[in-house]
């Protein structure tokens, strides 16, 4: 089993910032690629941004994102952040950790509020 907790998320400016983490715990060394999505209201929960464990930590992100979201992570501390620049309201969502192993494990979300 794994768990993720994530933290940083408030309510933000347009233009700001703000910077996720996702804290694992557990099986971690089953963990393959970690990762980032959100929700936003009555919208499908979409990719922001992943990153491989191993290696260099090879990155994937949307589109959407790409340019202004920096996804990184920790090893050590087996944690992975989401930095998000010049955040625009439609940026606000709720952001889910997310962790791919065997199977897939989710964290119970982080509110993110972008004001115009």
């Known amino acids: 089993q794994v768990q993720l907790v994530e933290s940083g998320g408030g309510l933000v400016q347009a233009g700001g910032s703000l910077r996720l983490s996702c804290a694992a715990s557990?099986?971690?060394?089953?963990?393959?690629?970690m990762g980032w999505y959100r929700q936003a209201p009555g919208k499908q929960r979409e990719l922001v941004a992943l990153?491989?464990?191993?290696?260099?930590?090879?990155?994937r992100y949307a589109g959407s994102v790409k340019g202004r979201f920096t996804i990184s992570r920790d090893n050590a501390k087996n944690t992975v952040y989401l930095q998000m620049n010049s955040l625009t309201p439609e940026d606000s969502a709720i952001y889910y950790c997310k962790a791919v192993g065997p199977r897939e494990y989710w964290g119970q979300g982080t509110q993110v509020t972008v004001s115009s």
């Open positions: 990153i491989s464990r191993s290696g260099s930590g090879s990155t």
């Open positions: 557990g099986s971690i060394s089953s963990i393959v690629v």
